[in-house]
């Protein structure tokens, strides 16, 4: 991507999409504020930024606390520069059906999952609205969409996220503004949430097949950075039937999931009573977990719908295949549902 040296800050940046995202941006030789709470993962994040060409400014903060989320934007503005792009993917869940999740418990969720979210986007707004410059992205999910079972307060999140950020592209619009704000909905990937996450299940949790890395989400994330004129990307060719389908048949899909949501979000594996729970503190203070989680060899290093959301009008032509697909996908799911 061009020559000139971004100023980028990635929120839940020791993990996951936060982490691959900003190893992603460190490849282009950007500037990157990574933004978490545990700091043996920051600092091994910061490495594989600078490792991978990138200047990387580690700064530990609960982006749940917006005073100390709007210091730590002032802190990279000082030491870094006018910051270009700001890149909202810290989260946190609880894996449980609803009636056993504690009010303190889903709280804390909708705190650091959705209003972490309105906070980096206040920060970056307030420095971004003088200059009438920079983009905002929104990390999202096909589950901004299409609610799941056993991820009522993730869900309940991401769908208020969406609603959020579509309300504030349209001010910006309105206002001609050359700010820019789009939005990455995911696929199941691969990161070390399941490993981590507060979970009530009798099982290990996992993301529901198919599981992309977190590289493949990375590469929409750096995508959507570039060309942050696009409203919407999504990532995964389960992430376009999901939405589709929801669109098409979501009473199908409600009965569907009742059906198969449960077991598809676990592994025949036994639950670790002992696994570490980051909902409260974070899981990587003293270890460092990486960007991926368990599920390697389950997982796809590549997605060709991501190819394709980059490039609508080389698609446009073959729009409909996709729709006879998810008409196909839609009359599979009504006859199991049955």
């Not at 303190?104 to 707004?125: D, F, I, P, Q």
């Not at 696009?230 to 009742?258: C, F, H, K, M, Q």
Request: glycine letters at 10%; aromatic letters at 6%.
């Amino acid at each position: 991507m061009g020559t000139a040296r971004r100023i980028v800050v990635v929120t839940g940046a020791s993990g996951g999409i936060g982490r691959a995202s900003a190893i992603a941006f460190g490849k282009a030789g950007d500037a990157v504020a990574l933004l978490a709470r545990g700091e043996a993962g920051l600092a091994a994040a910061a490495a594989d930024v600078e490792a991978a060409g990138g200047t990387a400014l580690p700064i530990p903060v609960d982006v749940a606390d917006h005073e100390a989320l709007d210091a730590a934007a002032e802190r990279v503005e000082r030491e870094l520069g006018p910051i270009d792009v700001w890149v909202n993917v810290a989260f946190t869940s609880v894996f449980s059906r609803f009636h056993e999740i504690e009010p303190e418990e889903y709280k804390r969720v909708t705190e650091v999952s959705y209003l972490g979210y309105v906070y980096g986007t206040m920060s970056a707004l307030k420095r971004m609205r003088p200059r009438d410059r920079g983009t905002i992205v929104q990390v999202g999910s096909a589950l901004a969409y299409r609610g799941i079972p056993l991820q009522t307060a993730y869900c309940g999140a991401k769908h208020a996220i969406q609603g959020f950020n579509e309300s504030l592209r349209t001010e910006l619009l309105h206002e001609n503004s050359g700010i820019r704000t789009t939005m990455v909905q995911m696929p199941a990937v691969n990161t070390p949430q399941f490993s981590w996450v507060l979970s009530r299940l009798p099982n290990h949790a996992q993301p529901v097949p198919p599981i992309y890395q977190p590289e493949v989400a990375a590469r929409g994330v750096f995508h959507a950075a570039a060309h942050p004129e696009r409203r919407e990307y999504w990532v995964g060719g389960s992430t376009a039937a999901t939405l589709i389908a929801n669109a098409v048949a979501p009473g199908v899909l409600d009965r569907y999931l009742a059906r198969t949501g449960f077991k598809a979000q676990q592994t025949p594996d036994p639950r670790d009573p002992d696994q570490p729970v980051n909902l409260w503190k974070p899981a990587d203070a003293e270890r460092d977990f990486g960007a991926h989680g368990v599920f390697d060899a389950k997982s796809s290093p590549r997605s060709l719908q991501l190819v394709a959301s980059q490039h609508h009008g080389a698609v446009a032509a073959a729009a409909g295949v996709v729709l006879a697909g998810a008409a196909a996908a839609v009359g599979a799911l009504v006859r199991r549902a049955r």
